[in-house]
């Protein structure tokens, strides 16, 4: 089993996935640079949370015009496995890898807390193993407003591909739980081959108990047993 | 030869951006503010070629980089001799 992290110029969040998945879960893990054409020998591939490119033109657009977010989506036309996280769920929907797009939160504020999120679908390779139906994982954007048409949304929905929805501590999902605006308090969804996933809430930054959550390991742990 | 590209957010596609401007300019007394779009103007100077060439250029630049087109529509202008 073995990770790639991606790097652009911009991320933040690259090392502290790569942390995770190398000494919290002693996983095989490498960073991959935003120049790069191939992925070889690499099972998932990340793309982390920052502020690729600045955000210039719309966040993730740069970024999913690179070498390697063109030979990411190549990898996961074949079926390889990919996560994106914050500014890596928008670099997927730029790459049409996934649909819809993250427009800027309703209230024009950057939000930066621990929100609590229910799992809507356990049957795909990232949440096989999640364990409660209410997770608690931070979230930290400008951007995580999540949109798309109608017809978009009517066919999420029939392919069980809304996998995370913000809600409050009891797993409800109200308007008042919502942070940013997002259709349906959506906060991840995956592609319809299943393989991947895009979501706001970084579970790297609840993957240790120092850090006040440990709901983050689902996630990667249920990609672990998957692959 | 420069092409001009004036891209705003799509029609019902909420702009928090807008919104706010709106906000502070009728704070400041301009009570007949209906509506504000905040949006983009982006400035491509390309080599000399036939303008009916340019707009082609123009349109995939758009698609393909400048223009999200889920949330946001353009207009381009194409400006000779520059």
């Known amino acids: ?227 | 030869m420069l092409i001009k590209f004036f891209i705003r957010p799509r029609k019902g596609v909420l702009d928090p951006q807008g919104r706010a401007v709106a906000e502070s300019l009728r704070s400041l007394g301009f009570d007949n503010v209906k509506d504000v779009k905040v949006g983009k103007y982006i400035e491509v100077y390309i080599t000399d070629i036939p303008k009916e060439e340019a707009e082609k250029h123009a349109h995939l630049m758009a698609k393909k980089v400048l223009v999200n087109e889920l949330i946001e529509e353009y207009e381009i202008q194409i400006v000779e001799n520059t």
């Open chain 1, 1 to 227: 089993m073995k990770f790639a992290v991606a790097v652009y110029p911009g991320s933040n969040c690259d090392y502290d996935t790569f942390y995770v998945i190398k000494d919290v879960l002693n996983k095989d893990v490498r960073f991959i640079d935003y120049r790069e054409t191939k992925i070889d020998n690499v099972d998932c591939v990340i793309l982390p949370g920052g502020f690729s490119f600045g955000d210039y033109l719309r966040p993730g657009t740069l970024a999913a015009h690179t070498p390697l977010t063109q030979a990411v989506v190549d990898f996961a036309e074949k079926g390889g496995v990919v996560i994106g996280i914050c500014n890596g769920f928008q670099i997927l929907t730029e790459a049409h890898l996934l649909p819809g797009a993250l427009l800027p939160n309703v209230h024009g504020k950057f939000v930066c807390k621990h929100q609590y999120l229910k799992v809507e679908n356990t049957d795909t390779i990232f949440t096989k193993k999640v364990k409660k139906r209410v997770l608690k994982i931070p979230i930290a954007h400008h951007d995580g407003n999540y949109f798309c048409d109608e017809d978009t949304l009517k066919t999420l929905k029939e392919n069980n591909q809304i996998v995370l929805r913000y809600c409050d501590k009891d797993g409800n999902v109200t308007k008042d739980a919502n942070p940013n605006g997002s259709v349906e308090n959506i906060a991840g969804i995956v592609n319809k081959k299943g393989n991947v996933f895009g979501l706001m809430p970084h579970p790297e930054r609840a993957s240790e108990n120092v850090l006040g959550s440990l709901d983050g390991l689902f996630i990667l742990e249920s990609v672990i047993e998957s692959l």
